[in-house]
């Protein structure tokens, strides 16, 4: 069974700095990898960066040269560094198996908001 776990989201002012860390149970993490994703209102959740199993990370455009993803894969944790918030990084943030296409069960935990203030 998957369960996920995150922490380290608030408020914080434009160009200001926050920590995500996600503890999660279930094999299949250690052996794809992890990804953080994020929900703002009215969007569709969308891919913020991801690691694979083999240490290969991914980002989206919008976080690149801001966000950094690193964790131990093989633990099961994954942190989220993101730096110079921008307003428009306010969303629910969320962990998941990275690629998202093997979340089969289509299981998501709490998340965790980050609310960034201009």
């Known amino acids: 069974q998957v369960q996920l776990v995150e922490s380290g989201g608030g408020l914080v002012q434009a160009g200001g700095s926050l920590r995500l860390s996600c503890a999660a149970s279930?094999?299949?993490?250690?052996?794809?990898?992890m990804g953080w994703y994020r929900q703002a209102p009215g969007k569709q959740r969308e891919l913020v960066a991801g690691?694979?199993?083999?240490?290969?990370?991914n980002y989206a455009d919008s976080v690149k040269g801001r966000f950094t993803i690193s964790g131990d894969i093989a633990k099961n944790t994954v942190y989220l560094q993101m730096n110079n918030l921008k307003p428009e990084d306010t969303a629910v943030y969320y962990c998941?198996?990275?690629?998202?296409?093997?979340?089969?069960?289509?299981?998501w935990g709490q998340g965790t908001q980050v609310t960034v203030s201009s």
């Open positions: 998941n198996v990275y690629p998202v296409v093997y979340n089969l069960k289509g299981s």
């Open positions: 279930g094999s299949i993490f250690s052996r794809i990898g």
């Open positions: 690691v694979t199993n083999s240490g290969r990370t």
